[in-house]
């Protein structure tokens, strides 16, 4: 009696899938073939930060306070144009003002070497007399401008100054390289823009010495009062708190003496970013989704040991 084979029976039994990185096609599946253990890997918000609101709020009051080192430097042009502020005042607060931040990084900073003590010293007597040097230059540079264009071109190089500030906290570079970090591209844009803003402003001022002044302090504030604050935060977090809410108030009330309308917006703004940013990035994270698994590109770990 003839008994009927099917091909079935005489075929190979179905080797079994397997995951191979670099093996190319494997015989009898797809180069897409996925089986039931694919997604036992699987790991969802695993790098997910869980972020808390008083911590936000907290970060976010370098911010606020850094928009109220700008609104200053604006305030002082302000009253620089309209002739309200005279240059000899103007000197004495840039005195103050160098004097003050000089004095906070000695109490902030351990420098017991003399050395970096008169490294300080010099690398501001050298920076003070480049801007006495190039004032004349400053003050005829934009002469064959006008005001209108002068003053929509500062706006948008403020603009662009405050969108790409580095907020972290970190100085771009600090004499004696004790603290230098390697300058980013955005923050080089930013202070660019902010010094080439400052021009623009002190060429339109009357007398050489005006120019000097006003030069002077727009460098001590865009320049040196992240490094002051920076090091005042890294001293004591309490006394950072405390100097960014005196400096709001400082500000508020100068630009409520100038106009009410911009009081209103500056307050709005600094809310704005001290208390809605924070809420609605807390608000939004519940709907933040990551998802890992063995899809991922591989991450090479080095262990280096002795």
């Not at 084979?5 to 191979?20: G, T």
């Not at 109220?68 to 302000?78: A, K």
């Not at 500056?266 to 809310?271: D, H, I, S």
């Not at 809420?279 to 002795?306: H, M, S, V």
């Amino acid at each position: 009696m003839d008994v009927g084979i099917s091909d079935e029976s005489l075929s190979p039994p179905c080797a079994k899938w397997r995951k191979v990185a670099y093996g190319g096609m494997q015989p009898g599946f797809d180069d897409n073939h996925t089986d039931e253990s694919f997604l036992e890997d699987m790991v969802m918000n695993a790098n997910v930060v869980k972020r808390d609101i008083a911590k936000v709020i907290l970060d976010s009051v370098s911010i606020s306070q850094y928009l109220c080192i700008v609104s200053l430097v604006i305030l002082l042009w302000t009253h620089s144009l309209q002739s309200t502020l005279d240059e000899y005042s103007l000197l004495l607060l840039d005195v103050c003002l160098l004097a003050s931040g000089f004095v906070i990084l000695l109490l902030t900073r351990e420098m017991s070497s003399l050395r970096l003590f008169f490294h300080y010293l010099l690398n501001i007597a050298f920076f003070t007399t480049g801007l006495y040097v190039l004032s004349p230059i400053y003050n005829t540079l934009t002469r064959s401008i006008s005001s209108d264009t002068i003053l929509a071109v500062t706006v948008s190089l403020i603009i662009l100054h405050l969108f790409l500030h580095d907020y972290s906290g970190c100085p771009i570079g600090v004499p004696g390289g004790a603290l230098f970090t390697a300058p980013s591209l955005t923050s080089c844009v930013s202070l660019n823009a902010s010094v080439v803003a400052s021009v623009f402003i002190a060429s339109r001022l009357p007398s050489r010495l005006h120019v000097f002044a006003v030069m002077l302090f727009s460098m001590q504030d865009f320049l040196f009062a992240p490094f002051v604050t920076y090091c005042i935060k890294k001293c004591s977090f309490t006394l950072h708190l405390a100097f960014s809410c005196g400096l709001m108030a400082l500000t508020l009330s100068l630009v409520y003496a100038l106009h009410k309308l911009l009081f209103v917006v500056l307050l709005g703004l600094l809310v704005f970013v001290s208390v809605v940013c924070p809420c609605w990035l807390i608000r939004i994270q519940e709907y933040k989704f990551e998802i890992n698994g063995p899809w991922d590109e591989a991450k090479l770990c080095f262990d280096i040991r002795d």
